[in-house]
């Protein structure tokens, strides 16, 4: 899985047009099956009576909105380029994804590129992801929140998409998982007792294998399910499963901030006594 970052545009009529591989059009209807994922607060958003799916000119014009809502707003710089593009295509021997797993990774890519903020589902920068080319996934969204704040991505978010496109090629099994070589070593480090309470944190906190991970995003599975009900009760009950879902995220950041001064404590070795006690807890 390649990605790559285009040049920010000032509109998103080209990008989508480039990831559809065709003129965009008031007329062709865009359904599930090419528009993948996209911003959790569209959900809010209605479409007409009669009218069961959006143009691409219509989801161009979806992007652009909070553009045009605020014309003046600019980045750090002064560029008011606020159309984020990137796109991942699989390697040759790789094989097609699901719906499903495309859909998986256009929300992965986007948290890794910034532009999706876990728990700020409702509030959150406006983007889609599109599949409408074999073995290519576009990611189209504007740096413009509706509020009128700019989302500025990561310095380094060309090295966290490629990050996250390793990670996710493992986890869903399209690269062979490498053997390595049994390391030799003659010294053994000793742990220490801040040691390995840093490292249980750490892994209390992963994002990607992290058990309080996977609830959160059960939660958020959840939230984005009731939200589709009509009832009031149903809404009532997404944003409360979204502000729980923005709680358990936060308590991931305490953890990783607390390993990591853990791991910073002065190395004190530990009784042989106390680390087994110790394993035998985890």
């Not at 390649?2 to 920010?8: A, K, V």
């Not at 599930?32 to 959006?54: M, N, R």
């Not at 995003?217 to 923005?246: F, K, M, N, Y």
Request: charged fraction near 25%.
């Amino acid at each position: 899985m390649i990605p790559r970052l285009h040049e920010r545009t000032h509109i998103p009529r080209h990008p989508l047009a480039e990831a559809l591989g065709r003129p965009v059009s008031p007329t062709e209807g865009l359904t599930e099956h090419t528009i993948v994922a996209h911003w959790p607060g569209l959900d809010s958003c209605t479409f007409d009576d009669e009218q069961k799916t959006w143009t691409s000119v219509q989801w161009a014009e979806h992007l652009e909105e909070p553009s045009l809502e605020h014309p003046l707003v600019t980045g750090p710089d002064g560029d008011r380029r606020a159309i984020l593009h990137l796109d991942v295509r699989l390697r040759p021997d790789d094989r097609e994804l699901t719906g499903s797993e495309w859909a998986e990774t256009a929300h992965r890519l986007a948290r890794a590129a910034g532009i999706e903020v876990p728990g700020a589902h409702e509030y959150g920068w406006r983007w889609i992801a599109v599949h409408a080319q074999p073995g290519r996934l576009d990611l189209i969204a504007n740096l413009v929140h509706i509020d009128g704040t700019w989302r500025t991505p990561p310095v380094d978010i060309l090295r966290r998409l490629s990050d996250e496109a390793r990670r996710i090629e493992q986890d869903l099994h399209l690269v062979p998982a490498r053997t390595a070589a049994p390391r030799r070593s003659a010294i053994r480090p000793v742990p220490t007792a801040s040691g390995q309470l840093a490292s249980v944190l750490a892994q209390l906190a992963d994002e990607q294998a992290g058990p309080l991970a996977a609830v959160r995003g059960l939660v958020e599975h959840t939230a984005h399910r009731a939200a589709r009900q009509p009832s009031a009760a149903g809404t009532d009950t997404a944003h409360r499963l979204q502000w729980i879902a923005h709680r358990l995220h936060a308590i991931q950041q305490d953890l990783d901030t607390t390993a990591a001064h853990l791991a910073q404590a002065p190395a004190v070795p530990i009784p042989l006594a106390a680390r087994h006690a110790v394993h035998r807890a985890l």
